[in-house]
């Protein structure tokens, strides 16, 4: 089995938008074992739409399409899908009931337009949209030869959920042969070459399971992938090699595939029983906004103090205003009272203390844009760390979390 | 002139790595104004490629192609072009002096592979590679009809300094006439329909001035574009719909292009000589987060609390225990007295007080996950107001940071 997948959109095709879907749908069919030999992009335009669909379908078993599924007059999906497979668009009443069930929870009336959203083309299946309003839908256009059609939402959180969910269901009975499945190993705050010099080997492996790296600011992730025969075969070719690296990586591993670093350090505290609070200066609340991105973070999370003006690191942290008028308020002096104030304001087992100079202005000769001082209290002592982070404003501070986040499962970890 | 971008690559194909380099080469193009009516993604395949080369440029003026220009064996782009435009590659000496070049200042010895870089089809003129080894080049395949192929190499950092510089200057003398220029104007928070109904027959507009509508959650965006003859005429032409449109949606709107909402924010609240403090329960220190992202905020901000444990509302923004009991950690009662504790506490001129059952779990029939309250304490008095937000726990908290950051800015816009 093989496919095509088309992304419809202008604001695509004029590069406004960056075409995330095609990628997740292509991981979604390797998965499945289908094998996807192009991607495309058009326009908002139904006559070209419908060329491409139709050379598509000549050309491939499965099309799928992303995007077109709104309300509004530019989401020409559903009318260049009928057109091109000769069918008519008719009213799904259980759709329709659903998108007006979406408004009315909300409390909002639900408007015209929204109904066009429930006309499908004919004998489609539609797949219901958990987090918006477009429908996706699978339709068998042909049984020999094999031709089917799905039709997906654009937003990437609409999609995803049908990717997981109803792809599979649908695909299962026709997909077959060799599948690919991959299994990705996470580490924090460490450069690429680093990683790379402790795997360089592995890298160069050619065959049914191949190993890449993909490196982001703070976050260097290795890609183990296998191309074999089964589910079963393909496991225990990436148990094999992910053994070998994380005899060599040891606890620069922080996670697998979709976990993040504060998922990580969640599932860490709730297992050892210990709580934190934070004490957020340069990050300005992000350390607490990501702790809380995990479902569950009340168990271990006690909240803590945004500390971004002096005042507040004196009045509300208790610090002395004689420690940040010696050491000034980006020191390892203010990081460790930062992270021992919060920790006894909230009674927290842990306290974590966040000063620095995010830049890209505020830096001095001495303490540049991208110092940044991180301070842990436990109950074995305070140690603090002082970084020296490049990168714009956004990226000092998403690392000096990482790098906080971190600490803090390092310290679980011992 | 018309044009249609090819990218190539196995891992591009399989959804491991998203495809920017599609979307920088289009924005690239539209700003010369040619047209671009498809984008293709291929495998390293060297007969697909080449099937995909003879159409595109049967079908088009222009190619490009992004991708395969490495040193490795998987690298196929070079010997495929030569191939489908029935030419040989010849060694370009001074393109190969400059990779050796490379490596020498490295200290690095050039491995063999690397001289196949500077083998490039005859006729093509190279584009120099400031930062990576592969060139891109510049092919005249036929001047009537005019058919010309771009080569760009794959890393967007490689592809960047490239379509600044080597595009322009071979593309300008075809690019006749038109160039594409857009305005995007930014609202918050209102589902995208009803957006959509105020500005129905605006986005149905045909012609040189087009508008459309792109929705994410608790963020819609309307862009205007501008298909004309000059960047003069392009301009004058924008502001006449943004005009209209600012007419009908009003203060909906909080910024252009790519202004975000917290840079919105810190430039009324400076300007309105405002400083904020925030107290954040459900969101967990995103708002503040938000806030600190734009360079300056240190001008506004006080900080906060994010008191997420009931302990902390109480012990640490003085909320009478009772006030919790009696209506709940959710409830306006809770949100008013977080704002005005937080408010009180830092001094700020305005006080937000957050607080919400971010979900999955947590919710009751009464109070199910998504309703969120938040409140503006302000000197003419606090005020709350309730939600009831769809989405994913994620999606809950950034819809809550949104809709507290709006409350802001129609504060200081009255």
Request: aromatic content about 4%.
């Amino acid at each position: 089995m093989n496919a095509q997948i088309i992304g419809i959109g202008t604001e695509l095709l004029l590069g406004f938008t960056i075409n995330d879907d095609s990628a997740l749908v292509a991981r979604a069919l390797a998965e499945l074992g289908i094998n996807c030999h192009r991607h495309l992009t058009v326009g908002d335009n139904p006559e070209r739409l419908a060329r491409t669909l139709e050379e598509a379908l000549s050309q491939s078993d499965l099309v799928v399409t992303c995007g077109g599924l709104g309300p509004t007059v530019d989401d020409i999906t559903l009318e260049t899908i009928a057109q091109a497979t000769h069918r008519s668009l008719r009213l799904h009443r259980p759709t329709l009931t659903q998108i007006q069930r979406r408004f009315r929870r909300r409390g909002i009336r639900m408007p015209k337009n929204n109904v066009r959203q429930a006309y499908l083309p004919q004998g489609a299946i539609p797949f219901p949209n958990q987090v918006g309003t477009a429908p996706g839908f699978f339709l068998k256009i042909s049984t020999s030869p094999t031709k089917l059609l799905i039709a997906l939402p654009g937003p990437p959180y609409e999609l995803t959920p049908m990717l997981k969910k109803d792809l599979p269901k649908h695909l299962k009975p026709y997909a077959g042969g060799e599948i690919i499945r991959s299994k990705t190993l996470n580490t924090p705050g460490q450069t690429e070459s680093n990683i790379d010099a402790k795997v360089a080997d592995l890298l160069k492996l050619k065959g049914k399971v191949t190993l890449g790296i993909y490196a982001s600011p703070a976050l260097v992730k290795l890609r183990i992938t296998a191309k074999v025969a089964s589910t079963k075969e393909a496991e225990a070719a990436i148990l094999r090699l992910e053994r070998k690296i994380r005899k060599r990586l040891g606890n620069l591993i922080f996670g697998a595939d979709e976990e993040t670093l504060e998922s990580a350090v969640g599932a860490l505290l709730k297992k050892k029983r210990l709580t934190l609070a934070v004490a957020e200066s340069c990050t300005g609340g992000l350390v607490g906004h990501r702790i809380t991105e995990v479902a569950g973070a009340t168990d271990y999370f006690r909240g803590g103090m945004i500390a971004y003006s002096n005042d507040m690191k004196c009045s509300a942290l208790g610090i002395p205003e004689k420690t940040l008028k010696r050491h000034g308020a980006v020191s390892a002096q203010t990081a460790r009272a930062m992270a021992d104030g919060v920790r006894d304001l909230t009674g927290a087992a842990l306290g974590l203390g966040l000063t620095g100079i995010a830049g890209p202005t505020g830096g001095s000769a001495k303490k540049p844009a991208g110092t940044v001082c991180i301070a842990l209290s436990t109950p074995k002592g305070t140690r603090v760390h002082q970084f020296q982070f490049p990168g714009t404003r956004q990226m000092v501070k998403f690392r000096s979390s990482q790098a906080a986040l971190n600490l803090v499962r390092l310290y679980c970890l011992k």
